[in-house]
């Protein structure tokens, strides 16, 4: 069987380095897989030996290329005979140069993550069939997407890793867990919308605590500020809230998920939504958007779904032109409360939650990968 060459980020904090990462010890499982990836001083103390041994691993005449990076990065690596990428979006629609990059007749597979990306790669190529005709000369939608692009689409999901994420014993009070990116209020993980709710549904009366595990790969507000200007209640009356700002090795995250009962993604887009299936491994329930990856496996016997307002993003270049959610606040703030109310519900939930995830594992994942090698 073809070594599979593994290019894309993995020894960081990104949703891109987990991606890679899990995914390549999943693969190394079933075949031979070389990781080609950032090389930092001391990464022998960041890595096991089986990830060494992948960095270490030569090259084999007739490898696969699997490109784990933002579609600007595939270009430059297809160089194989076989190239497959992985096209990591969200959102309602997929913008023009990125198509542009999946018509490259290099490119064997292309890779999406959940039904929320592919039927973003749908919905752009059916309500702007001109598109590919302006960029490749052909003729014809039809031939366009029947022949270079919808055939090459695969949906592979992103995984759980359940020797890493698993239930312990949770706390007897009510704790709302969120692990998300935080730069601004326009941000797409959607911390901002479940802080608003939270202050103004919730008080110091009330049996509640929040702990918000925030990614410093993506910088930190100032977030004082922020709570300030979301409410106008005193330091005395806020309900009880925590932010954790450290970088944990990916393997002790089951504590932080475990220190909850709840999981909270008010998220804006998504492509797969990790936090949420790595929460689930570990018995919590999920509330979240009904817009974005998580879709595809949060339901409402396993979580709550809020909805939202699609509006147009001009705050982000790369995004313009591309809508995502607005959640609803009023029914965040109304979830949150019943969930308050209705704690019987949780452990029911997040035993349907831990069901899920046992059925989304990267192995899974890497065995439908395998299938394409052979």
Known sequence: MAQINIIGPALGITGYDSHVRQLANALNKYTKVRLQTQLNPGIEKQINDQELEMIKRLPEKDEINLIITNPAGWLVNLNAK??????????????????????DKRIEYIFVASNHTL??????????????????????????????????IKVMPHGVDLEKFYPKDKPKKLTFILNKGFKNLEDRGGVQYFLKAYLEEFSK???VEAIIKLNPAYGIPDLNKIIKEMTNKTEAELPKLAFDLNAYPYNELVKLYNSGNVFVSPTR??????GCIEAMACGLPVITTNFGGQTDFVNNDNGWLIGGELTEIKHDILYEGTKWLTPNLKELKETLRFVYDNQGLIKIK????????????WYQTAKKIIELVK
């Open 82 to 103: 076989r190239n497959w990428v992985f096209l990591i979006w969200e959102g309602d629609i997929i913008p023009k140069w990125i198509i542009e990059q999946c018509l």
């Open 119 to 152: 039927q973003a790669v749908l919905k752009t190529l059916h309500e702007t069939p001109n598109i590919i005709t302006d960029m490749t000369g052909l003729k014809g939608i039809n031939s366009t997407l029947n022949d270079i692009i919808i055939p090459k």
């Open 205 to 207: 009366a009330d049996n």
């Open 269 to 274: 887009a998504e492509a797969y939504n990790l």
């Open 350 to 361: 997040g035993d349907k939650a831990n069901e899920t995830a046992l059925d989304n594992t």
